[in-house]
């Protein structure tokens, strides 16, 4: 069915919530010199998986610079070692712990979670982080769709499995921060398992955040979605490629994420400099509306539906001004 202009004065009954505190933040606003927070806070440790490159290693340099001990994890040992250098030289001998290791190894995981329990005895923040983005197609590359749910998927969930029980024993409150992706919303079409791996994040943040707060609270769950960061997954690796203007640092993404966690909020959704915040909630609200609206799947890029989308993004951006 073709949609005439006429229908689309009422595209759907939703019109987002656009939060002022994230549509109008910059990164310098971020407020990290507030050192009461209980759970980033200096003396406290940290760990992060996927922390040799990209958002983990700017992760593991901003709470390092707030004092916290930091244990960092990949699978490259090698640029793992140099960051942990890099650690050593803000925070010392005794405060950085450097642990290779393969997310998707249940064994691997477990050996971490003792490694770092043993040195320091707890958990504050701990950054589920890992991932891996590589080409797939809907019925082709199995192999690929493999991959990427062993690490993006059962990476967070082996990770999980092992910490959080001690994280809720201990006696300081504690949060958990897995990285999702956009793609994981809205879907967009070109990678179908990286999507469905995101998803999967999604659902299963959402669903130990629920799990958690039938306890005491005293572990927190937060979804972590970056922007568009200038890392190695969007680099192909190649860390000496300039960062395109749209795109956020690493750091930049890590320190409005941290910025956000310090609020207490679970979805985190990052912006970056080409996608304004309130452009991502008008697509996570259309990509929700297709279900609700009875539209064809990914309606967004539907030649039969993009007039509509257009005037829809048109209507609620014009009402914003
Ligand atoms: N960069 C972006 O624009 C963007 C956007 C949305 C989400 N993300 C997510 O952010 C997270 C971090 O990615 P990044 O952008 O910093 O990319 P990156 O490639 O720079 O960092 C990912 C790190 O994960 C490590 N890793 C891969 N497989 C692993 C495994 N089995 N066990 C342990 N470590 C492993 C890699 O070695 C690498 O150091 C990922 O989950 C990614 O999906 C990134």
Redesign the pocket.
Known sequence: MVMSNSASRNVSPHRPHFNSLVSSYRPEDASLDNDMHPVIHAGRVALI??????????AALELAKLGLKVAI????ET??NAVGKELLAILGEGNVLVVP?????IDQVVALKDTVYDAWGEVAVLMN?????IPSASWKELDAWKKIF???VM?LVNVQQTFVAPMRHQENPAMIIN?????GITNPPGNPA?NAS?AA?KSLTEGLAWELRQGTGDVTAHL???????????TS?NSLAPKPPG?WS?QE?VLFMLDRVRFGEFYILCP?NETRPEIDHLRIMWNAADVTEGRPALSRWHPNYKSLYEEYVRENMASLD
């Open positions: 998986t996927g922390a040799a490159s990209g958002i983990g290693h700017a994890a990949d699978v490259d640029k793992l290791t393969d997310v998707s190894n982080n890992a991932g891996i983005m062993d690490v993006n990476g990285t999702g992706s956009k793609q990286y995101k994040v972590f979605v970056p922007g568009w960061t200038h890392t190695g997954i969007t690796g795109a690493a993404t970056d």
